[in-house]
């Protein structure tokens, strides 16, 4: 199972865990006001600022931590097959 089209494989699988935070965090408005106007038009609903304020503070949180938590996943399993230390080559 080591083949190169198995290894783009779980590459490809592994793509939308990074852009779909991503492009949150790029499409979200900065102003809650437009936030909940964008909800308004969509949805239906209507919001008050505050709660937009506080649902737009919610989505970048739940965004940066997911994408660090993808980050130290990434630099974990870099530095599993090398004893802790990047760079290192395994001969002591």
């Known amino acids: 199972m080591s083949h190169s089209c198995c290894q ?37 609903l209507g919001i008050s600022f505050s709660m937009a304020a506080h649902l737009r503070m919610g989505v970048i949180v739940v965004c940066v931590t ?11 399993k870099l530095t599993a097959g090398t004893g802790g230390a990047i760079g290192s080559d395994g001969k002591g």
């Open 8 to 44: 783009q494989n779980r590459r490809i699988r592994k793509l939308p865990g990074w852009i779909l935070p991503t492009a949150a965090l790029a499409l979200l408005p900065k102003c809650p006001l437009c936030l909940a106007a964008y909800i308004a038009l969509f949805t239906g």
């Open 66 to 76: 997911w994408l660090v938590y993808l980050l130290a996943r990434g630099v974990i």
